[in-house]
């Protein structure tokens, strides 16, 4: 299985944040990711859901 440090040196990703909301435990950002892949730009939506100081849950759609 591919590792995510082969994955960041092939496509060269970066996500710079757009937007940001917060309520609760719950988290959205929607971002601008550039790289060297297929449909670069994308704007893309991170959606996270905390427990604490930890992720207990992401979904990442467009």
């Known amino acids: ?3 995510r440090r082969d994955s ?3 496509y060269q990703a970066v996500a710079q944040p757009i937007e940001v909301n917060a309520k609760g435990d719950a988290c ?3 971002a601008r990711v550039t790289g060297r892949f297929p449909g670069s730009p994308i704007t893309l939506t991170f959606a996270f859901r ?3 100081d930890r992720i207990a849950a992401l979904s990442i759609g467009a």
């Open 28 to 30: 959205e950002v929607r």
């Open 1 to 3: 299985m591919p590792h």
């Open 8 to 10: 960041q040196v092939k």
């Open 50 to 52: 905390m427990k604490g």
